[in-house]
Nanobody, 120 residues
């Protein structure tokens, strides 16, 4: 089992920055990819960014060049950060942290979600 705790959401003006963090605890040694999805009102959930256990990253086209995902590993926890710069009103959404466990588990876990609101 993996537990995810998110932090860092809030409300900002367009052009400002926010940093989201998500700490995984529990069976962290088996975690492969961690990342962030988001869901805006009336829209489908979409991938924002993800990072593998070896540091490979993947970003949605809409956030490339503005968002940076990073990962810190400790003995019993793994934390991912999403640095969001140059925020736009279109970035307004609930952001969900995700952790995927590798074989033989092949399952994934989600955080409770954190609201990001960007005012124009």
């Amino acid at each position: 089992q993996v537990q995810l705790v998110e932090s860092g959401g809030g409300s900002v003006q367009a052009g400002e920055s926010l940093r989201l963090s998500c700490t995984a605890s529990g069976s962290v040694a088996s975690i492969n990819t961690m990342g962030w999805d988001r869901q805006a009102p009336g829209k489908k959930r979409e991938l924002v960014a993800q990072i593998s256990s070896v540091g490979s990253t993947n970003y949605a086209d809409s956030v490339k060049g503005r968002f940076t995902i990073s990962r810190d590993s400790a003995k019993n926890t793994v934390t991912v950060h999403l640095q969001m710069n140059g925020l736009k009103p279109d970035d307004t959404a609930v952001y969900y942290c995700n952790a995927e466990r590798a074989w033989p588990y092949d399952d994934d876990y989600w955080g409770q979600g954190t609201q990001v609101t960007v005012f124009s």
